[in-house]
C-alpha cells in the first residue's frame, strides 16, 4: 500500500513540474506522428526530420536566455542577431573562404558584428526600460527592413553572391558550390535503424548550451541574474545593472548569429531580404514551451521546448500532405497550428499574463 501511494505521489510531483503548455504541445505532437503512421508517413523520417531541426534552431531558441535572465525579457529583437550572422557568411563568401573555412570565418565575423550591434541593442534597452519586448520586436523588424534596402547598394562583387541581372544580392544563396552545405551537419553523423544522428551540429548545440551554462554560472552571469529579478537590490549591491543588461543583449546577439550560420549550413543555403523577420516568435514559443517565463529560463528549458516544438513543426507539413494530398491546406493548416501553438505559449506562460 505504501508503495502505492508513494508511486502515486512521485507521478503526481512529476505531473505538476510539467509547463502545461509543454505536455499539450508534447501530447498533441505524439497524435500527429501517429496520424502520421496511421496515413503510410514513414516514422524514421519523421523523426530524423524532428532532430534535424532541433539542432538547426537550438540555439537560436538558446538566445533568449542571457536575455531572459538580465530581465529585459524575451528577444524579440532576435532578427538584428540573425541579420548580423547574414553578413557574416556573405562576407565570409565574398572573401573566397569555402568549406570549413567558410564555416569558422562566417562564426567570427557572425559574432564580431553581434557584439558591436548588440552593443548598441542593449543601450537601447536599459533607455526603454519597461516596454523592452515591444521596442526590441519593432527594433528588429526595423533593422531587417534597413538590411533589406543595404543588400542591394551594399559593394560585394563575387558572382555566386550578386543577381544574374541587375543589382543587388541574391535571395538565395547556395552553400553547394562552396563545399559548405550539411558541412557541420554530416560531421560524425551515423544511422540507427534509418534515423540520421546529425552528430556534429547536435554537439555543436550542446557545446553552445555548456558556454551559456557556464557564463550564467559565473561571476558576471549571476550578477546578471540578480539585476533581473531584483535591479533595486542589486544596485545596492553595487551591481552595475545597465552594464549587465548591455553584456546579456550582446550575448543573446550573439547566440542568434552563430545560430543562423548554422542554421543555413543544415538547409545548404542562405537567405537574405525578409528572411529574419519571424524567427524571434518561433524562439521564445519553443523556450516558453519547454517552461520558460518572461523572468526565467534556463538551459533545460530552451532543449525541452526545441525538442517539441521544432519536433511538431517539422512532421505537420508531411503529415497534412499525406492526409490532403494535392490540395493547399496542408500549408495553411500548418501555419494555423504552428502560429496558434506560439500565440498559446505566450499567453499561457507563467508571468507572462496568461489566465
Known amino acids: 500500500m505504501d508503495t502505492v501511494e508513494k508511486s502515486t505521489f512521485s507521478l503526481k510531483s512529476l505531473v505538476s513540474r510539467i509547463n502545461v503548455p509543454t505536455l499539450i504541445v508534447l501530447v498533441f505532437w505524439i497524435f500527429i506522428m501517429i496520424l502520421g ?10 523523426i530524423t526530420d524532428s532532430i534535424g531541426r532541433f539542432g538547426a534552431l537550438g540555439i537560436l531558441s538558446l538566445a533568449m536566455v542571457p536575455s531572459i ?15 548580423c550572422g ?3 557568411m556573405v562576407c565570409a563568401i565574398q572573401f573566397g573562404f569555402t568549406s570549413w573555412g567558410w564555416l569558422i570565418i562566417s562564426i567570427l565575423l557572425s559574432v564580431v558584428f553581434a557584439c558591436i550591434i548588440g ?15 515591444t521596442i526590441a520586436t519593432y527594433t528588429g523588424w526595423a ?3 534597413l538590411f533589406s534596402m543595404l543588400w542591394v547598394i551594399l559593394p560585394f562583387t563575387d558572382l555566386r553572391l550578386r543577381l544574374p541581372l541587375g543589382q543587388g544580392l541574391r535571395q538565395d544563396i547556395q552553400l553547394a558550390g562552396i563545399n559548405a552545405r550539411n558541412i557541420l551537419t554530416n560531421s560524425l553523423s551515423f544511422d540507427i535503424n534509418g ?20 557564463f550564467m554560472r559565473s561571476k558576471k552571469g549571476i550578477a546578471i541574474t540578480a539585476g533581473g529579478t531584483n535591479p533595486m537590490f542589486a544596485g545596492a549591491a553595487g551591481l552595475h545593472v545597465n552594464r549587465n543588461r548591455i553584456y546579456a543583449g550582446m550575448l543573446s546577439m550573439v547566440l542568434g548569429a552563430v545560430g543562423t550560420v548554422i ?12 528572411f529574419p523577420m519571424m524567427f524571434a516568435f518561433i524562439a521564445v514559443a519553443a523556450v516558453m514551451i519547454g517552461g520558460a517565463t518572461v523572468r ?12 517539441i516544438f521544432q519536433g511538431l513543426s517539422a512532421n505537420m507539413a508531411p503529415v497534412a500532405n499525406a492526409m490532403f494530398p494535392g490540395t493547399d491546406i496542408p500549408e495553411a493548416l500548418r501555419t494555423i497550428v504552428q502560429n496558434g501553438i506560439i500565440l498559446y505559449a505566450l499567453m499561457h506562460a507563467k508571468g507572462g499574463g496568461g489566465k
Do not use: D
Request: net charge positive; glycine share 12%.
Open 86 to 88: 547574414l553578413l557574416g
Open 119 to 133: 552593443y548598441g541593442y542593449g543601450i537601447l534597452m536599459n533607455a526603454v526600460k519597461g516596454s523592452e519586448m
Open 37 to 46: 503512421v496511421i496515413n503510410n508517413v514513414s516514422l524514421t523520417s519523421m
Open 69 to 83: 535572465q538580465s530581465g529585459t525579457g524575451p528577444n524579440f529583437a532576435l532578427p538584428i542577431g540573425m541579420v
Open 296 to 307: 526565467r529560463a534556463n538551459i533545460t528549458h530552451v532543449i525541452v521546448g526545441v525538442l
Open 143 to 145: 533593422f531587417v527592413w
Open 195 to 214: 534515423i540520421f544522428i546529425p552528430t556534429g551540429m547536435i554537439l555543436f548545440f550542446f557545446l553552445c548550451c555548456f558556454l551559456v551554462w557556464m
Open 263 to 274: 542554421y543555413a549550413q543544415h538547409f545548404g543555403f542562405i537567405q537574405l531580404y525578409l
